[in-house]
Every structure is written in C-alpha cells, then in structure tokens.
C-alpha cells in the first residue's frame, strides 16, 4: 500500500495517528491520510462508518480523540480561527433554512474570513462573488432567494460560498446526495476542475460508486474504526477491495463497469444475470 | 499551487452593482419612513394626552418657556419621560428578540414568549419583597440587576431545554411554560407584599412605562445604547449564525464566545425592559419580522437599525393607544401590544408552515 502519487510533502491537510469520534468515544483511530494541492481525494466506505466524523474533526467542529490534524503543516488546533478559515472551508450536509437572503447574500458569506469587522465588501470581494457564481454556473440565480430554489441549485450555491472563501482545501461531506445523476455529474465535474486547475486539494465523502471512481485521484476506505486501505482508483476498485469493504457477497461488484449487481432472487434466476 | 486570485478577475468596474440592485434604495426609502413615523410619535406622545398640548407649544416649551405652567410640567415631568422610556425600551425589545431569534434559529424567538421576561420580573420581585422588604426603597440599580440575574436563569432553562429538542415549536411552548411558573410565583409573592410594594410592582407585573421619572430613563439611555453599540458590533457573526453553527464556525466565528456575547446582550436589553416597565409581550418576537419584511432580506447590518427603530415606533404608539384610548383609565402598554403582536406571530408561523410543506 503505496503512497505513489501522494508527495511526501506540501499536503494541504494531513493527518497524523488521528483519532476521532464523539464524547470520548473512539470511533476511527490511527487515521493518517494526506490531501495534495490538486488532489481529490474520497473518502468511501458502509453507512456509520465515521466519514462524516472524520470530516468533521478535520473541519475543527470536532476535538481530536489523538494525533493531530495539520492544515498547511500547522497544527489545527493551534490555528487561529480566521486563519483555519481561510486555509479550510465546507460544504456540509446540514439543512440550511435562510430568510430573505438571496443567493449572492449566501455566496458573499465565504468573503467573512478577509472583511473587516462589520463584515463590509469591497468591490473586489463582490467581484469574487461574481466570478465565483459565475465558476458555478449560478450567477443567474444571484437576486433569487435561496430557499426558493432545487436542491442542486441549492447545493451549487453552498459549494459557491465554500469556494468564495477562497480556501487551499475544501472539504465536502456527500455533496451529491439529493441530486439527480446530472447535477452529480456537473458537481463532480466542477470539483475536478477546482483540484486539477486551480490546484485546491479536495477532500470529499461520496456513495455512489461509480462517480467516486470517476472523480477521485485518491481513495481512502473507512471501516469498522479503521482506514483499512488507500491507493489509486487502480487499486482500489477491486472486486475483492470492493466486496470486502461493503460485505457484499463475492462477484457482486463488477470491476469493469463499476456496476454493482444485486444477488439473485432465489429460485427465479434471470438469463442476463447468468450471461453476466 | 494557491488559488488566490485566480477566481474572478473580469469587469472590476461592473462589478460594484451586480447584485443586490436597489437594495441600498430600499432601506434609504424605509429608514427615511421610520424615521419620519418615529418623529410623528414622538409629537403625538408629547400632545395628546388629558392635558392636550397644541402643537405649537411643544417647541417653545421644550426650550424651557412657560416654565411652571401645567402643560409645561405635563410635558416635562410626565410625558416626555415616559416617550423617552418607551422610544428606547422598544428599541431594546426589537434587538433583543433579534438576537434571540438568531440564536435559536427560531423565527418566534422572543424575550417575551421564552418566559425571559417574566424570569427578570420574578427575580425583581424576589429582591423587593423577599431580600429588602419595607426596609428599603429599591434602587433602580437593583431592579436592573436583579432583573438582569433573573433574564440569566430563565435564558439557563431555556437553552439547556433547546439542546434537547430540535422542534422550533417545542422550544417556544417549553418558554411559555417557564413565563407561566414565574408569574404564578410573582404572584404568590404580590399576595404576601405590603402595600407599598404592591404600588410598585404594579408596573413590573403588568408591563407599564408610566411613572418613569428622568433619573430612570438616564439609567435605560446608558443601558440600552450600551446593547444596541454592541448588537450593531456583532452583525458580521450574526450574519454568519444564519447559515447554522457549523457553517458559521467554519467561516471563523469563534462560536463560543459569539453565543455567550448574544446571550448577555440579549438578557441585558431584556432585562432593562423588565426592571423599568416590566414584561411587555410580542413587540421582540414580531418586530424583527417586520423590520426583515420591510427591507425585504435579513442581513443584520441593515436589520439591526431597522429593528431598533421599528421596535421604538411600535412601543409609542401602543402606549400612546394605552394611555387615551379609554381615557383617564389607562391599560397596560403590554395590552396593546399583544393586540398588534400576536397577530404577526401567528401570520409567521402560517408563513412558515406554507413554505415547508
């Protein structure tokens, strides 16, 4: 289990022996994953396995249990709270209900980290505002109120904000859950272009297979309170990885296709099911 | 590889209107009509009234001609006190409900109807009747104080419920519920007063700013300008807080000690109501959404002084309505407020329901 296309230095975030969990309680220890500039990395693995808490710790929402969580190679612990905010931001899968605020309003909330102490703009903070949206494709939307639009307009106007805040390193726990395939496949698209041209490191937790697959530059695979592998999707996307990971019954994961199949019905085999 | 700088680097010179357009017209136009609606309350306190004072005497007795006449003193010692109290009382409702409801992310958040009001008037109560008895007058110092410790305990109960339950609705019962105990044990504790005291907790019982004197009203000019500086200083967090805890705690707030500063400011304010006119209901739970509604959007460097001034407009007029509807009997200020304010509440909460489903 090689680190091939992870340098050895220069990580955005880094975790060293991170332990992390809730009220003291352990629920993933000895994490050390690295996120490069232009790197996206996912992490993947069974519902409660602790991705959400993983990311949350590294956020700074969360005490570490153990270890440490360095941004940029300084402790996150010691790290101001601006300055986190400006190495770091988030899109979380918390609900978010405004009032009377427009999506530029939502948008120009990332700008916090670098105004001053009334919050006022700049016209080069409403100029990142804009070229921002206009990255996302959601500049049209700038005088609509937020909570009037779709859930992936919604969740482009949330990654809007994160990358408004102008961080080294975004974070996003399940961005695509409640998007239908095509808005996944924009959103994914828009991730790779922040990791590969701009140079963000991007560290994310997804469900669907397929897209992580696609997407991610780096896997690391969370389960039963460890990280039980990392590596390529190469190396990941392995039935035996695969099935393991998840207990599916062996065969179910289709390394080509990246398809998952579902195990026959029990005395109705279909035709197609054997031809695969 | 950093990306700073690489996001937006077109149209610097159209960018400064891109978005947002009207919005500075908007609130010039609305803070142009509070204004003029607070001024014309402000001559219609100082007027009307049993003693009717024509307009063209408040001018020259404001200057300090017709010294010793009656209007004169009617003006001076009685009503301009008591304009005074509720201009800057409720200012401090509107804020404090402002702050409240950010802080719970609860649109029917309110000093009010969390039962931190009547917390304020037990805690008075307590002190007057219990602590000094008919030894000693109680200072206005000391109803402010008290009240402020009694804000603090029913604000304790209130939070260490909201971390409990999720449901807006659940919060706001569980506040009323509170305001209920402590009003039935401000009652108790009336029933065993003596009369003296009585007559001065009339007005922290029912919610009133008549008998205000000048000493007082300096006291709630200190009070109150201390919280709203201070509120207006907190509107980049509070801006922030709308998003949720975590996103806000992710842009760099530091969420601890911004929770703790909204908590003190918001008891402060409410407790200065209390101590100086008692529990005056839904004028914090209904002006904020006013105030919002005008200016058409939330963000809290435009609402905070809009919310002041509503809360300021709203206060005077309702004890103007007070004190001549069913003149010489007077009601309590908190009456009329509560025939304007429910109503609002009520229209929120239909609002929100829409929008849900």
């Not at chain 1, 289709?254 to 031809?275: C, I, K, W, Y």
């Not at chain 2, 907190?234 to 601890?256: H, I, T």
Request: proline share 4%; aromatic share 4%.
């Amino acid at each position: 289990m090689g680190q091939t296309t992870q340098s050895a230095s220069g990580a955005l975030v880094e975790t060293r022996d991170l332990a992390v969990g809730y009220e003291g309680r352990v629920l993933v220890g000895g994490i050390r994953l690295k996120v490069c500039p232009g790197q996206v990395v996912t992490l993947i693995g069974p519902n409660g396995a602790g991705k959400s808490t993983i990311l949350k710790t590294i956020a700074g929402q969360l005490a570490a249990l153990g270890g440490c969580v360095l941004l940029s190679g300084k402790d996150l612990s010691q790290l101001p709270v601006r300055a986190r905010a400006q190495e770091l931001s988030v899109m979380l899968t918390d609900r978010v209900r405004t009032e009377l605020l427009t999506c530029a309003d939502v948008v120009e909330m990332g700008r916090y980290p670098y105004t001053g102490r009334l919050g006022g703009t700049t016209p080069e903070d409403r100029q990142k505002v804009q070229g921002t949206m206009e990255l996302l494709q959601v500049w049209d939307l700038r005088d609509r109120d937020f909570m009037q639009l779709s859930d992936g307009q919604r969740q482009r106007v949330l990654l809007a904000r994160a990358v408004c805040q102008e961080p080294r390193a975004l974070v996003l726990d399940e961005p695509t859950s409640h998007l239908d395939v095509r808005y996944q496949i924009e959103l994914l698209t828009v991730l790779r272009h922040l990791a590969h041209d701009q140079g963000l490191g991007i560290l994310v937790t997804l469900h669907e297979l397929p897209l992580a697959r696609r997407v991610s530059d780096w896997l690391v695979c969370v389960k039963d309170g460890v990280v039980t592998l990392q590596g390529t999707p190469e190396q990941v996307f392995v039935p035996s990885v695969i099935d393991a990971l998840y207990d599916l019954t062996p065969g179910s994961y289709d390394a080509l296709t990246g398809d998952v199949l579902l195990p026959e019905a029990q005395g109705h085999g279909r035709e197609d099911d054997a031809q695969a | 590889m950093s990306p700073r700088g690489t996001v937006g680097e077109a149209r610097l010179d159209s960018a400064k209107d891109a978005y947002g357009a009207g919005r500075d017209v908007r609130a010039l136009c609305v803070f142009g009509a509070l204004t003029a609606l607070l001024v014309a309350a402000l001559v219609a306190n100082l007027c009307v009234g049993t003693v009717s004072v024509p307009l063209n005497q408040i001018v020259p007795i404001l200057s300090g001609k017709y010294q010793g006449e009656t209007a004169s003193q009617v003006i001076w010692n009685i009503r301009l006190p008591r304009l005074c109290a509720a201009a800057l009382l409720g200012g401090a409702l509107g804020l404090s409900g402002l702050l409240l409801q950010t802080l719970f992310a609860n649109p029917i958040a309110g000093p009010y109807i969390l039962g931190i009001s009547h917390g304020a008037k037990l805690a008075v109560a307590v002190v007057m009747i219990l602590i000094l008895g008919d030894a000693r007058v109680m200072s206005s110092w000391m109803s402010l104080a008290a009240a402020f410790c009694g804000s603090l305990a029913a604000m304790a109960a209130v939070l260490a419920v909201s971390r409990k339950v999720r449901s807006a609705s659940t919060l706001v019962i569980v506040g009323v519920m509170i305001g209920y105990v402590c009003s039935a044990a401000t009652d108790v504790l009336i029933t065993f007063a003596s009369d003296a005291n009585i007559a001065n907790l009339r007005n922290v019982s029912l919610g009133s700013v008549s008998g205000v004197n000048g000493g007082q009203v300096a006291l709630m000019a200190v009070v109150v300008t201390a919280g709203s500086v201070a509120t207006f200083l907190l509107s980049k967090p509070l801006g922030a807080y709308q998003l949720g805890e975590a996103y806000a705690q992710s842009m760099g707030v530091n969420v601890r000690s911004f929770r703790l500063a909204v908590i003190v400011i918001s008891s402060v304010l409410a407790s200065c109501v209390t101590a100086f006119a008692g529990p005056i209901s839904f004028v914090g739970v209904a002006v904020p959404h006013v105030a919002r509604r005008l200016l058409k959007t939330s963000r809290p460097q435009v609402v905070i002084p809009a919310a002041f001034l509503t809360g300021s407009v709203a206060c005077l007029v309702c004890d103007l309505i007070a004190r001549t509807l069913f003149a010489p009997v007077e009601m309590s200020v908190s009456t009329v407020t509560a025939v304007f304010g429910a109503p609002i509440v009520i229209w929120v909460l239909l609002g929100r329901r829409r929008q849900v489903g």
